[in-house]
Every structure is written in structure tokens, then in C-alpha cells.
């Protein structure tokens, strides 16, 4: 072994106890050919592993691993995750004191081995009473820059972006709903590499960064969901943007039959954008292509295939920016008027359900109408007698979580400000009464809204997830909120 395998090994011995010593990890080391080395407040295993040739891993081969004990370490961690396939490069977070900080990144070297990993190991009993969680993990390279002036043109926006960062490639940007000539006052600046999208953050972050005389805004763009290839190849489902407001489903529906009579089964549209739902996945693919950058009412759309939910979502997404129900439960690309939304993709839709069990989660209910016949016989029942997965509104989850406790129902007192361009904007703090004279004696999210409905959901969602972190109820998408930055 060479002096930093050994160095890493002796780092560890302070916190040394039966489940883990240097002899432990130096079989290990022994046993696979990988190096070990340590650094930057990380231990890291291969990266590349033995006899590798080539480039790394493509993206979409690496998983976050979530809720380890402080006290377990590669010797036994390697040979768990060695089942889904062969490791890349193991990641393992570390304290000063020798001791893990909890989680770690393992790279391998196929992303069906990394789904694989997924599904076999979320939520794994990886000690008696001790149950990790396992989700995909993604560089980020894409900045979402707010208060941009909504006159500018995607070209300014480059070139500005390009003058004051470094290794900028693209921007995204995304017309006005009401005024196709202006943009919606932000938009996505992508980054040739997580690094460089790092250090254009870090110079843009403290919030006195001006652009035109702007100050703006700046944060990590929240990831595209990733589809695997198998669900998106039985899709028939588009996705439209950029519609005039004033255009009518009817409109849509009868454009999308043009190129063939009767093809198209439903259209809902939401605002400046719409699902296109078709009998055939060949006749959705097929219309894809005539259609998209065709003019509807004089509006250039843009036309893709509409990405279905996760169904292992749950509440641990982003908080930021306007939260909507998901009606048609797809998840597509940015679409909030106005909103300073950080993600492509829909306004976080708000799950069924609240996974805090360590057991696999219930099945989701399905979410349709049945017919009401005369004669039917009808139960009075409790809400609360249901199960939590009957739920999808994050306020009615925190009145069946508080009434499961035993506790009094949660109390909401209403706050407002006013934006700068004159905008009421809302938000709530939420008091639970058993709790309130404990650790923390409200809760109250760090985004306003501009709906009531938006505030009251915002809130009651920011409040189960510190409720689930205080009461180490562990929900896993916990995950979905690391990054590498």
C-alpha cells in the first residue's frame, strides 16, 4: 500500500471501534485493487478502478446514499452497493474527528447499474433499525439568474453572461405569457462543466452582482427529472409551450389533427401551455416533429414529449418558487408566469403521500372520477381513518400527521409585503400548539406567493419537512437536495 492508502487508514483510528479498523480497509484494498485516498473532507475509493481505460462514467451513473451510520465505513459499504454492479469510484463524506458525515456518492459504470442500485437499495436495512435511502445524483450546471429586465433579448443575455462568467454555453430563456416580445425576468444560464457553473455562482452570489443596472438574483437551477429510456418510449403524451393565452384547446386540438384526422384523443391547457394527448405513441412522435416551431395564433410553440412524475417523488424538492397542484401529474419544462422558478420543469407537484416509513411505501392511489349511481350505498367515515396516501394536498398531510400525534390541530397566521413592481405577496407561519415551546416554536418558509392557496401549501409543506428532519422521521428524497456544490 502506498504512504496516503496508509494515511487514510490511520486518519480513521480515532473513532476506531470493532465494526471498523485499518486492517478492515486494507483488505478491502488488498481484496479489489482500488485505491483509497482523502481529501477535501471526502475519502475516496477507485476513481477510476483497476485496469479502467477511457473516459468516466456518463452522467445519470452516480447515486446519492443517504441516513449512514456515523460509525460504518467502506469494508462495509462497498460490498452492499457491489451488488447492483461495478463501482466507478465511492465517495464517502468525512468529519474532521474520523467519524462519516452520513451520506456518500457512488459512481458506476452504467446507469442501469446506478437504477439498479435504486431499487434494490432505497430504504435497505443496512444495520438492525437502520435504513439507508438511495436516489440518483446529478451534476449541476445550469444557474437560474432572476430579475433580469424583461425587455432583453436572449442574445443580450448571453453575451452579458459571457463578459461577467466563465465557460458559459447556452441560455435558456423563456417568453412572456402576455407579451411574446419580452421575457419572463429570468432565465437559465448553462455551464460547461458543475465547476464552472460553481465559480460563476460564487462571483454572482452575494446579492450585489448588478446586471444593467439590476441587481439580480442567482441560485442553483433545480434538475431536470431524469425518465429512464423504457418509460419515455411508451409515451404519447406532448408537451406545448409558449401558446398565446387568449388560444383555445379547441385551436390546439384542431392544429394537431391537421397532419392526421382524429389522432388526437384530449387537450388541457394550463395558461401559455398544454398536454397533447394522443391514441398512438407513433402519432404523438410523428406530430412532434411537423409541429414543432409552428405558429398557433401567431405564437411560435415549442413542442416535446411530455415527461412522466416519478412516482417515488415525495415532499424533499426545492422550495422555490410558486407551488401548483400537477393536474395532468406530468412533468414538463418551465412554464410559471412570472414566477422566479429555478427548475425546468413544472411547479413542484405535491405527492400523495408523506414517506416517512422505513418500509417500502403504500401504492399510490390512482387519481380519477367513478360514476355516482342512484342507489349506491354510502359510509360516513373520518378523514383521518384513511390512509395518508388518499391525501394530495400538503395542508390536509400536516392535519392527519398532527391528529396521528395526537396533537392539536396546526394554526396558520397569514402575513403579507408588497413586491417592488407592486405585487401582494403572501405567506403564512404555521404554529403546531404541542410542539410550540419546544425547539422551534413555528415554522415559516423563506418564499412568498401570490395566491393564498400557494402560500397556505408552501408553508404546510416547509413545515412537514422540518417536522420529518426534528422527529427523524427520514423521508428519502432528503437526497434530491445534494449536490456538489
Not at 411537423?290 to 401567431?298: A, F, L, P, R, S
Not at 422558478?341 to 422505513?358: D, E, I, V, Y
Request: a neutral charge; proline letters at 6%; charged letters at 25%.
Amino acid at each position: 500500500m502506498n504512504e496516503e492508502n496508509l494515511d487514510v487508514t490511520n486518519g480513521c483510528s480515532k473513532v476506531r471501534t470493532g465494526t471498523q479498523n485499518e486492517a478492515a480497509l486494507l483488505a478491502l484494498m488488498e481484496k479489489t485493487g482500488y485505491n483509497m485516498v482523502q481529501e477535501n473532507g471526502q475519502r475516496k475509493f477507485g476513481g477510476p478502478p483497476p485496469g479502467w481505460e477511457g473516459p468516466p462514467p456518463p452522467r445519470g451513473c452516480e447515486v446519492f446514499v443517504g441516513k449512514i451510520p456515523r460509525d460504518m465505513y467502506e469494508d462495509e459499504l462497498v460490498p452492499v452497493f457491489e451488488r447492483a454492479g461495478k463501482i466507478y469510484e465511492f465517495r464517502l463524506m468525512m468529519e474532521f474527528s474520523g467519524e462519516n458525515r452520513g451520506y456518500a456518492f457512488v459512481m458506476y459504470t452504467t446507469k442501469e447499474e446506478a437504477q439498479l442500485a435504486i431499487r434494490i437499495l432505497n430504504n435497505y436495512e443496512i444495520r438492525p433499525g437502520k435504513f439507508i435511502g438511495v436516489c440518483v445524483s446529478l451534476d449541476n450546471c445550469r444557474l437560474f439568474i432572476g430579475a433580469i429586465p424583461k425587455e432583453k433579448k436572449k442574445e443580450e443575455i448571453l453575451d452579458e453572461m459571457k463578459k461577467v462568467t466563465e465557460g458559459v454555453v447556452d441560455v435558456i430563456v423563456y417568453p412572456s405569457a402576455t407579451d411574446k416580445t419580452k421575457n419572463r425576468g429570468f432565465a437559465f444560464v448553462e455551464y460547461e462543466s458543475h465547476r464552472a457553473a460553481a465559480m460563476a455562482r460564487r462571483k454572482l452570489i452575494p446579492g450585489t452582482f448588478q446586471l444593467w443596472g439590476h441587481t439580480i438574483q442567482v441560485d442553483w437551477a433545480d434538475p431536470e427529472k431524469e425518465v429512464d429510456e423504457e418509460t419515455m418510449q411508451r409515451v404519447k403524451v406532448l408537451y406545448v409551450r409558449n401558446l398565446m393565452i387568449s388560444t383555445t384547446e379547441e385551436t390546439i386540438k384542431a392544429e394537431f389533427n391537421k397532419f392526421k384526422p382524429g389522432a388526437v384523443e384530449r387537450v388541457k391547457k394550463l395558461r401559455d401551455y398544454a398536454f397533447v394527448h394522443f391514441f398512438n405513441r407513433e402519432d404523438a412522435v410523428a406530430a412532434m416533429s411537423v409541429m414543432n416551431g409552428k405558429c398557433i395564433d401567431g405564437a411560435s410553440i415549442e413542442v416535446t414529449l411530455a415527461k412522466p412524475v416519478n412516482k417515488e417523488s415525495t415532499w424533499r424538492q426545492h422550495l422555490n418558487g410558486q407551488i401548483s397542484p400537477n393536474s395532468e401529474n406530468l412533468l414538463v419544462f418551465a412554464n410559471k408566469e412570472e414566477g422566479h422558478q429555478k427548475t425546468l420543469g413544472k411547479p413542484p407537484s405535491l405527492p400523495a403521500r408523506l414517506n416517512g416509513q422505513h418500509s417500502p411505501s403504500p401504492p399510490e392511489i390512482e387519481r380519477c372520477t367513478y360514476p355516482f349511481f342512484p342507489g349506491t350505498k354510502l359510509t360516513p367515515i373520518s378523514m383521518y381513518s384513511l390512509k395518508s396516501n388518499h391525501f394530495n394536498s400538503a395542508v390536509m398531510h400536516l392535519d392527519y400527521y398532527c391528529n396521528k400525534n395526537n396533537w392539536a390541530p396546526p394554526e396558520y397566521y397569514l402575513y403579507s409585503t408588497t413586491s417592488q413592481d407592486g405585487k401582494v405577496l403572501l405567506v403564512y407561519k404555521i404554529v403546531i400548539p404541542a410542539i410550540a415551546n419546544g425547539s422551534q416554536s413555528y415554522f415559516m418558509p423563506d418564499k412568498l406567493c401570490t395566491t393564498l392557496e400557494d402560500a397556505k401549501e408552501l408553508a404546510a409543506q416547509f413545515t412537514l419537512l422540518h417536522l420529518d428532519r426534528e422527529h427523524n422521521l427520514f423521508s428519502l428524497d432528503l437526497c434530491r437536495r445534494i449536490w456538489r456544490k
